[in-house]
C-alpha cells in the first residue's frame, strides 16, 4: 500500500527547517561573507553581488536565491538540479542585499512592494552570460531568483540525453507535425532545456517560430521570443497574438492558466505545431491535470500529439564511484535479478559530492487514438498512464533504470528523483 503524499506546505517547511540546520555547502576556494551587510554601505554591497556573482559562475550554477525563512535569510545555488545553502544571515540585512542584486540588474527604480522582472547581458568570470532577475515581494521578505545563462545556441535533444529514437521521433514531429508538442517535467526538471533545442531545431529546418516565455534563457535569432513581464499583459494575450502571425510553430514555455490550455488547443486546431511545457511530473498526471483545471476533455484529447516526461539526475562521479550492496537497485521496478549498482564516495574532483554532472531520463508518447480515447473520458491520471504503458511507453523509471545498469546513476540517486520506494 502507497504511502499518502505528503502536503506540499509541510514538504516546504521541512526543507526550509533542514536548510536552516544545515551547513553551507563546503566549497574550495572563494566563500560569501554577509556580515559586510551589517552596515549597509551601498559600495560594499556592490562588491559582495559581484563576488556572488563570480562564486555562482565558478560553482557552475543556474540560479541564485535569496530566500527568507523565518528569523533569517539564506543565499542559495541551484547546482545540477540540486539546491546548494551557501550562507545565511539576518532577515533584517537582507534587504539591502536584494537592492544591491537590483542595481546591478537595472531595477533599481522598482520599489519593494512591487514584483519586478528585468534581463541584461553581462561579462562575468570570463564568460558572457544572461541575467534574468525576479524579485517577489512575499509576508517574509523579498524572494529573489537570479537566472544565470550563457550566451550559447541551446544543447540538441541528444546531448540532453534523449535516446536516437526518441530524438528521431520529436524531431520529425518538429518538422512535420501539427498539434501540441507536449513537454512536462516538475520545476527545475530541465523542460525549458528540451524546449530550447526543439525550438533550435524547428529554426534550423526552415520553420517561422514564435515563442512566449516567462524567462529567455537563450537567444535564438530566428525565433520570434516574447517575455511576460509581471504587472503587464498575461500570457494568453501574447498566445492570442502570436496566433494572429503568419507562423508554422506556437511556442509556450510554461503553460499556467485553462485560459493558455484553450488557446494552445484552439492553434493546433488552426494547423500549427504548438510546443508548450507545463509543470507536472511526468506525462499522465501534466494531461490531468490540464483537465483538473478546466480544458475540454475531448478537445484537448484530439489537440495532442506527442508527450515528453522528464526529470533530472545527476551523474555519478567517474573518479570516486564505486560499487555498493546493490539492495536499494534490486528494487527499482524491472531490475534485474543480481544489478549491480554504483554510487560516488566523494572526491576532490567532484566537491566531495559523488556527483559530477547532470543528464535527463525521458519518457516519450505519441497520442494514438486508443490513447486518446482515454484522455477524453479519464478519470484519473493513473488511467491515463496505464493506456499509455498499453501504447508502448518507455517509462521514466525504465530509462532511469538503464542509467544504472549503465553504472550513471546510483540507485538511491534515482530514487530522490522517482521516489519508487519510501
Known amino acids: 500500500e502507497e504511502a499518502a503524499p505528503q502536503p506540499v506546505a509541510e514538504a516546504i517547511s521541512e526543507t526550509m527547517d533542514r536548510m536552516a540546520a544545515g551547513a553551507p555547502a563546503q566549497t574550495e576556494g572563494q566563500t560569501i561573507d554577509l556580515d559586510v551587510l551589517a552596515v549597509a554601505d551601498t559600495r560594499k554591497v556592490a562588491v559582495l553581488v559581484s563576488d556572488i556573482l563570480e562564486h555562482a559562475v565558478a560553482r557552475g550554477a543556474s540560479r541564485i536565491h535569496l530566500l527568507p525563512y523565518k528569523d533569517d535569510f539564506f543565499l542559495v545555488y541551484r547546482v545540477k538540479g540540486g539546491l546548494e545553502k551557501i ?30 522582472l528585468g534581463r541584461m547581458h553581462t561579462h562575468i568570470a570570463d564568460k558572457d552570460l544572461v541575467l534574468t532577475t525576479s524579485v517577489v515581494p512575499t509576508i517574509s521578505g523579498q524572494r529573489l531568483v537570479v537566472t544565470l545563462s550563457a550566451l550559447r545556441q541551446p544543447r540538441t535533444l541528444v546531448e540532453l540525453g534523449v535516446s536516437d ?13 501539427r498539434g501540441i508538442l507536449l513537454v512536462c517535467a516538475p520545476v527545475a526538471g530541465g523542460a525549458s532545456a528540451t524546449y530550447y533545442a526543439l525550438l533550435g531545431h524547428a529554426a534550423s529546418v526552415g520553420k517561422t517560430v514564435y515563442s512566449v516565455e516567462q524567462s529567455i534563457e537563450h537567444e535564438i535569432p530566428a525565433v520570434a521570443q516574447v517575455m511576460i513581464e509581471p504587472g503587464g499583459l498575461s500570457s494568453a494575450a ?37 510546443v508548450a511545457t507545463f ?56 531490475a534485474p535479478a543480481g544489478l549491480r549498482d554504483r554510487a560516488g564516495t566523494g572526491c576532490p574532483n567532484c566537491g566531495k559530492t ?37 501504447a508502448g511507453m518507455r517509462p521514466l523509471v525504465i530509462a532511469g533504470l538503464a542509467r544504472v545498469k549503465a553504472g550513471d546513476v546510483s540507485a538511491d540517486e534515482l530514487n530522490r528523483v522517482l521516489r519508487f520506494t519510501e
Open 238 to 274: 501574447y498566445i492570442a497574438a502570436g496566433m494572429r502571425q503568419d507562423t508554422d510553430v506556437i511556442a509556450v514555455d510554461g503553460l499556467r492558466t485553462v485560459e493558455d490550455v484553450h488557446l494552445a488547443v484552439e492553434a493546433a486546431g488552426m494547423g500549427k505545431l504548438v
Open 87 to 116: 550562507a545565511s544571515a539576518p532577515l533584517s540585512m537582507q534587504g539591502a542585499l536584494v537592492d544591491g542584486f537590483k542595481q546591478y540588474t537595472r531595477l533599481g527604480a522598482v520599489p519593494s512592494s512591487r514584483p519586478a
Open 354 to 390: 559523488g556527483f559530477r554532472g547532470a543528464t535527463a531520463i525521458h519518457e516519450v508518447l505519441p497520442f494514438t487514438e486508443p490513447v486518446r480515447a482515454v484522455v477524453g473520458r479519464a478519470r484519473s491520471a493513473a488511467e491515463i498512464s496505464a493506456a499509455a504503458t498499453a
Open 279 to 334: 509543470p507536472a511530473a511526468d506525462i499522465a498526471s501534466g494531461v490531468w491535470r490540464m483537465l483538473e483545471i478546466g480544458a475540454e476533455p475531448h478537445s484537448l484529447a484530439a489537440a495532442l500529439t506527442l508527450g515528453v516526461g522528464q526529470r533530472l539526475v545527476r551523474l555519478n562521479c567517474p573518479n570516486c564511484s564505486m560499487e555498493t550492496d546493490g539492495a536499494l537497485a534490486s528494487r527499482i521496478p524491472g
Open 165 to 177: 529514437a526518441e530524438s528521431r521521433a520529436l524531431h520529425a514531429m518538429v518538422e512535420r507535425g
